[in-house]
C-alpha cells in the first residue's frame, strides 16, 4: 500500500484512495461511534484527519493509547469530509500505536505554550505548529541558497571549522585544543606551550569562511560557503547566537557594486522561493506571530534596496528626532538601534551602508582613495537590524599588508592569503549573509533561538 505524506496527500489525495500515513497524533476528540484523529508527520502545518469507527477491531483499548504525542500509523481510504476545515479525511481500516505518550507527563498539550516554555523542550518543540513552520521554512532558504548560486554558476566550496586565523580580528573565538586542562604544558617563560597541542599551535573554531572562500574564488571564480561559524561572544541579545550559519559568496572579477547587485538577486530569489513553496507556513506566520511578514516579503521581491554611505547614514542619524542610547558620531560603529532606526523608521526597506571608518572593519576590506573608508557594506533589515557584512576585499599586497601591521597581526600568520595578492591578484569581494537572521526576517520570529533546532547561547548547551 502506498505510504504517503501528508502534505502530499492533503494536496493531491483523491476519494477511494487507499493507503497508508504514519505520523504523531496531535489532537483526538472522541463522539458517538467514531473518534477524529488529528495525525501530524511534520510535512506540512496541516494535520490529517483519520476517522476510526467503533467497528475496528479493539476499538476501545487503541483508542486509549491514541493520545496527543502517540506515534501512529494507519491504513485506510479517502473519502471527502463532511466536516468544516478539510476536504479529505482517512477513513481507517487498521490502526497501529507504535510509542504511546502518556497524557500525564507529555508536555505538549493542546493549548498554546510560550516560547520561553518551548525552549525548555527543545527536544520536543518541533512538534508544534509553530517550529514546524520554522524549520520548514529554514530548510526551503537552504535549498532556495544552493539553487541560486548552483544556476550561476557558483561552486560550493567546504571551508574548515578548525582554523588558526581570526577572519574578523574581534577575538571572538572559541579555541579548540586538546591539551590536557588540568596541565597544561608550559613553555619557560610560562605560556600556554602549544608545540604539544594537537596542531602545535593555537586553533579555533572558525568566525568566518571567508579567508579560505577567497582561496577558492581565485581559482574558481565564483564561490560559496554555507556552514555553521561560531562566536565566543557574550552577547545575551535575540540577534546573536555562539553557533550560527553563514552563507559566504565570493566572487574573482567584482567590485562593491557587483557585489550589492548580487545581494539583491539573492535576497529576491530566497524570499520568492519560500513564498511560492511554503505559503501555507508564511500565512501562519503573518496571522500568528508578526502581520507584516507577507507585506514584508512582497517589499523585498518588488523594491530596490536603499543604498547610502557610512557617512550619509550619520549625518541622517545625527539629524533623526529620536533619542538613542548610544552616541553617534563619525568614527563610530552603529548599534543596532541606528541601524534599525534607517531601515525600519526612515527608509521603512532594507537599506545598504557603504564605505565605513577603516578603524572600525577588518582587515581584508578595499582601502578607499580617501585612506580614511573602506569598501564594506552592511545590510541592515527592518526588525533585525544588520543581517549582512560583506565588502569589496583589498587586492593590493602593499596596502594589504599595511592593514594587517595596523591591526596588529603579524604578516607572517597571513602568508597564504598575502600570496594570493602575490600571484594573479584581481578585485574580488564577497559577503557573509548570518542565516539564523534571514530566517528570522522572513517568518517574523523575534527571538534567535527559536529559529535553529539547536541554539547555542552563553550559559547554554542544553540538547
Ligand atoms: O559581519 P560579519 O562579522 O562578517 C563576516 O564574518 C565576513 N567575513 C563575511 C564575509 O564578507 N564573507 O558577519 C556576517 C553576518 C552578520 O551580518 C550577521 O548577520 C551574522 O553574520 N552574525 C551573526 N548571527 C548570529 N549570531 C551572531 N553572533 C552573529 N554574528 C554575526
Ligand atoms: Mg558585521
Known amino acids: ?22 505520523g504523531w497524533v496531535r489532537t483526538k476528540r472522541e463522539s458517538k461511534g467514531f473518534a477524529f484523529i488529528e495525525v501530524n508527520d511534520g510535512s506540512s502545518l496541516a494535520n490529517l484527519q483519520v476517522v476510526i469507527n467503533q467497528d475496528l477491531p479493539d476499538y476501545e483499548p487503541i483508542l486509549k493509547k491514541l493520545n496527543t504525542g502517540a506515534a501512529v500509523e ?23 500505536v ?34 514546524g513552520a520554522v524549520f520548514r521554512v529554514r530548510n526551503a532558504c537552504s535549498t532556495a541558497i544552493h539553487q541560486f548560486f548552483q544556476q550561476r554558476g557558483f561552486l560550493w566550496v567546504h571551508t574548515p571549522i578548525i582554523t588558526a586565523s581570526d577572519c574578523e580580528g574581534a577575538g571572538e573565538l572559541f579555541s579548540v585544543t ?23 599551535k593555537p586553533t579555533y573554531l572558525t568566525v568566518s569562511g571567508q579567508l579560505e572562500a577567497e582561496v577558492m574564488a581565485m581559482a574558481f571564480s565564483n564561490v560559496y560557503t554555507f556552514g555553521p561559524t561560531f562566536r565566543a561572544e557574550n552577547s ?17 572579477f567584482c567590485d562593491l557594486e557587483g557585489d550589492m547587485d548580487l545581494h539583491e538577486a539573492f535576497l529576491n530569489h ?29 517589499n523585498i521581491i518588488n523594491n530596490q534596496f536603499e543604498r547610502l554611505t557610512y557617512t550619509e547614514a550619520i549625518k541622517l542619524l545625527e539629524k533623526a528626532d529620536v533619542k538613542f542610547e548610544y552616541p553617534v558620531s563619525w568614527g563610530l560603529d552603529l548599534q543596532s538601534e541606528h541601524e534599525r532606526y534607517l531601515a525600519e523608521q526612515l527608509f521603512k526597506k532594507p537599506a545598504i551602508v557603504t564605505d565605513y571608518p577603516a578603524q572600525i572593519k577588518a582587515f581584508y576590506m578595499r582601502l578607499n582613495d580617501d ?35 595596523a591591526q596588529g597581526l603579524k604578516p607572517e600568520d597571513l602568508w597564504w592569503y598575502l600570496d594570493l595578492r602575490r600571484y594573479g591578484t584581481v578585485p574580488h569581494a564577497g559577503f557573509g549573509l548570518g542565516f539564523e537572521r534571514l530566517v ?6 523575534g527571538n534567535i533561538r527559536d529559529v535553529i533546532p539547536f541554539p547555542r547561547t552563553p550559559q547554554s548547551a542544553e540538547f
Open 1 to 22: 500500500m502506498a505510504n504517503r505524506r501528508i502534505a502530499e496527500i492533503l494536496q493531491s489525495g483523491q476519494p477511494d484512495e487507499s493507503l497508508l500515513v504514519q
Open 178 to 200: 586538546s591539551l590536557d586542562l588540568k596541565n597544561i604544558p608550559r613553555t619557560e617563560n610560562q605560556a600556554v606551550d602549544y608545540s604539544q597541542d594537537f596542531f602545535a
Open 440 to 445: 528570522q526576517f522572513m517568518t517574523g520570529m
Open 236 to 252: 545575551n541579545t535575540s540577534r546573536h547566537l555562539a553557533e550560527f550559519w553563514m552563507v559566504e559568496p565570493e566572487m574573482a
Open 371 to 405: 585612506e580614511k573608508t573602506v569598501r564594506a557594506m552592511d545590510i541592515l533589515a527592518p526588525k533585525i537590524g544588520e543581517i549582512v557584512g560583506g565588502s569589496q576585499r583589498e587586492e593590493r599586497l602593499e596596502v594589504l599588508e599595511r592593514r594587517v601591521l
Open 74 to 96: 494507519a491504513t485506510g481510504v479517502l473519502v471527502a469530509s463532511l466536516g468544516k476545515g478539510q476536504q479529505i479525511e482517512l477513513k481507517a481500516e487498521t490502526v497501529k
Open 98 to 131: 507504535y510509542g504511546e505518550a502518556d497524557p500525564d507527563t507529555y508536555p505538549l498539550q493542546k493549548k498554546r505554550h510560550s516560547f520561553e516554555f518551548l525552549r525548555t523542550i527543545g527536544h520536543l518543540r518541533s512538534r508544534t505548529n509553530s517550529f
Open 270 to 298: 530566497i524570499f520568492k522561493y519560500v513564498l511560492e513553496t511554503c505559503p501555507e507556513d508564511m500565512e501562519f506566520f503573518n496571522e500568528r506571530i508578526d502581520k507584516s511578514v507577507l507585506a514584508t516579503a512582497e
